[in-house]
């Protein structure tokens, strides 16, 4: 699927709101640009993920490393049979289309805060019959509209870095799980990068306006330690945050380089689109600048009780 090209005038229009997306607050940025690439993202990502993928060795497929990543989620998450699942910021919904069919949960709720994916992602549920146990909704991961104990996983795939701020998902989390549900995360944030055994405070990369970073409130810059600490501190319980770095970022910059090179995702995409993607990963104040201080992690942690 191909993005249809739009007028000089409209371009210059997205050009304008692009520019507003960079002076206003991280969690309207991150929502003003979703907005504005729902088209774009639904044409490029091959499988509707908007991820980052975990690349196994070998792994030649941005909808392979996509599916990966939304796997290891779901194990980590331990989606079984007749659960009663959350997936906040569900994108275009490929993770739960699969989950539905790989793990047989009873019921995926999406709640995102990006109109268009809600319709993208209702739309394919309409039409792939599977609307009574997929449904998507607006909303925002800081303010769930869901009673106390409603869910029996909860699961965020590379979006809580954007919730304002992400410690509030956490507790509202900890509320909508049923006693000894599981809450699973896939996340980025900043690398602690003091020399291996020194003390004192993490030391974190700035975050970088106008990139990944940037999307991202400053409360949510928190490395690690910090992270599996918050999580304790809502009240969860068998809490792990393990990096999977290794296998996301660099091999994710590989395939993007490579993909700008192929002219026909140029004519793919919109001129707005395909110039912001070429500046954050060519650039060092883009995204290729900031990747090496960034660590992407899965969390999963569990609501005590029953
Ligand atoms: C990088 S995409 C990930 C989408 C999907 N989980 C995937 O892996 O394909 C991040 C998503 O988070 C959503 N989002 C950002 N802030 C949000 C918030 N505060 N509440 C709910 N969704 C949010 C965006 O609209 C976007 O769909």
Redesign the pocket.
């Known amino acids: 699927m191909s993005v249809k090209q739009k007028s000089a005038f409209q371009d210059l229009v997205d050009f304008a709101k692009w520019h507003v997306w960079t002076r206003v607050r991280p969690?309207s940025r991150?929502?003003l640009a979703?907005e504005l690439f729902a088209d774009d993202h639904e044409a490029t990502t091959e499988g509707a993920?908007?991820?980052l993928g975990y690349w196994k060795p070998g792994c030649a497929s941005l909808e392979e490393a996509n599916q990966e990543l939304a796997d290891q989620l779901a194990e980590a998450a331990g989606i079984s049979e007749g659960d009663e699942v959350l997936d906040?910021?569900?994108?275009?919904g490929?993770?739960d289309f699969r989950w539905l069919e790989t793990r047989k949960p009873a019921r995926i709720v999406g709640?995102?805060?990006?109109p268009s994916?809600v319709r993208i992602a209702s739309e394919r549920a309409e039409s792939e019959n599977v609307q009574d146990r997929l449904q998507f909704k607006e909303?925002?991961?800081?303010d769930l509209p869901f009673g106390a104990e409603t869910f029996d996983r909860v699961t965020s795939?590379?979006?809580a870095l954007?919730?304002?701020p992400r410690t509030d998902f956490f507790k509202g989390a900890f509320e909508v799980l049923k006693p000894g549900g599981v809450l699973a995360i896939g996340d980025i944030i900043p690398l602690d990068l003091r020399e291996p055994g020194s003390d004192g405070p993490p030391k974190l990369a700035p975050q970088r306006s106008g990139s990944l970073s940037g999307g991202m409130p400053v409360e949510n810059w928190v490395p690690r330690e910090t992270y599996a600490k918050q999580l304790s501190e809502a009240g969860f319980v068998d809490v792990e945050v393990k990096s999977v770095r290794d296998n996301v970022m660099d091999p994710w910059l590989d395939y993007w380089l490579r993909k700008l090179q192929d002219d026909s995702f140029r004519k793919s995409v919109s001129r707005l689109f395909y110039s912001q993607v070429k500046r954050s990963l060519t650039s060092d104040s883009g995204m290729k600048g900031e990747l090496p201080a960034l660590d992407f992690v899965i969390a999963s942690a569990r609501k005590p009780g029953a």
Do not use: C, K, W
């Not at 709640?111 to 990006?114: A, E, F, G, Q, S």
């Not at 909303?139 to 800081?142: F, L, Q």
């Open positions: 969690s991150a929502r979703y993920y908007i991820n906040v910021g569900f994108g275009l490929a993770q709640i995102d805060l990006t994916h909303g925002s991961a800081t795939l590379e979006s954007h919730y304002e």
